[in-house]
């Protein structure tokens, strides 16, 4: 049997839980569900309530993760598999102890990185292992690859992260009945600068704002909007990705005033949604057409003025709407997978 069709065996210390919903938990799961069975068998780490699909996925090994032992129970299926890749390290110590154990070892397994935040002084510290020890680095966007050449002379190709069209995908009718709503979703922390949308609100008593979400500065937060009296805040909480897309799809705009960012996801699942962004250019997200599906902006001043303009012009917010719906095709998850596959494939022919 030729090497071409030879299984390819990948281990990521990667959960294939369904309860994990941060962006790199779902990109790894969604990338895992789309590869070929046939063709690829996938071992990671799973608790009591694995994605459905990822269950039943054959070739698929769960290692069974708990409150302890499992860097030992990891390493030890890892050791006596010596997979073909190993896809997605982080900065924890079982990736430590592999990049050790591959260096003592020797062993041929080949070092696949994504990297999925801006490189600076900072971060680089924290991943830098990660990159360094790579066959091949890869970035979720073009900006976040040009950071990881700067820093550390990689070139890294890019490969978004993807949408998930179970759940992000466009309203039926082209317009929405009734007051405007503007929605924010993500974590409440400093970098995310939710009071900038409880300042707008109390601009826009008219307007609906909805912050999805929860986090360190919620309640300060919810204090400044009892303090500026406006009544036109919703605090939704925490929401499923389901919840997310209703949420989206009864939107009008989609506020996000963060200043440090890799390359946000909710941002392609607002354009998915149809839905028209407003988020700043400090970290270049690709998921939004400046002046085509929604605003990049420079100033704080800037994305008021944006905020108001969309408020007040329902035919741009309908062309933007459109533009993003479009755009977003571009990041359908089969065609991310397919690039993955490619990815595997490549450098598992240089073994």
């Not at 069709?5 to 789309?34: G, M, W, Y």
Request: hydrophobic share 40%; proline share 5%; glycine share 6%.
């Amino acid at each position: 049997m030729g090497r071409t069709q030879q299984l390819v065996t990948i281990f990521t210390p990667s959960h294939a839980d369904a309860a994990f919903t941060n962006a790199q938990q779902l990109t790894v799961k969604e990338i895992v569900v789309r590869l070929p069975a046939e063709r690829f068998r996938v071992a990671m780490f799973s608790g009591k309530q694995p994605d459905p699909r990822i269950a039943v996925r054959p070739n698929t090994l769960l290692i069974p993760a708990g409150p302890h032992g499992n860097t030992r129970r990891f390493l030890t299926r890892l050791l006596v598999s010596r997979p073909d890749v190993y896809f997605y390290p982080r900065f924890g110590p079982v990736d430590n102890i592999f990049f050790s154990l591959r260096s003592k070892l020797r062993l041929k397994t080949a070092v696949v990185t994504h990297v999925v935040m801006i490189m600076n002084e900072s971060t680089a510290k924290i991943t830098g292992r990660s990159i360094r020890e790579a066959d091949a680095v890869f970035a979720n966007s073009r900006y976040v690859a040009e950071t990881v050449r700067d820093i550390f002379g990689v070139e890294a190709g890019t490969i978004h992260n993807g949408i998930d069209r179970r759940f992000f995908f466009p309203r039926e009718e082209s317009y929405r009945q009734g007051p405007l709503v503007v929605l924010y979703a993500g974590s409440f922390q400093l970098r995310k600068r939710v009071e900038l949308i409880i300042q707008q609100a109390a601009r826009h008593p008219q307007v609906q704002f909805r912050l999805a979400g929860s986090g360190e500065t919620e309640q300060d937060c919810r204090a400044l909007a009892q303090q500026l009296n406006c009544r036109n805040i919703e605090f939704l909480g925490h929401l499923t990705p389901m919840e997310l897309g209703n949420e989206m799809r009864k939107s009008d705009v989609f506020l996000f005033p963060s200043i440090l960012e890799g390359h946000p996801q909710v941002l392609g699942q607002a354009s998915a949604c149809g839905l028209p962004s407003i988020a700043m250019n400090l970290y270049r997200p690709d998921y939004v057409l400046n002046g085509e599906s929604g605003f990049l902006v420079e100033s704080d001043a800037e994305l008021a003025e944006k905020l108001e303009l969309l408020l007040r012009d329902a035919d741009l917010r309908h062309s933007m709407s459109r533009a993003a719906a479009l755009h977003a095709l571009k990041f359908d998850w089969d065609r991310i997978a397919l690039q993955w596959q490619e990815v595997f494939e490549a450098v598992t022919a240089k073994r």
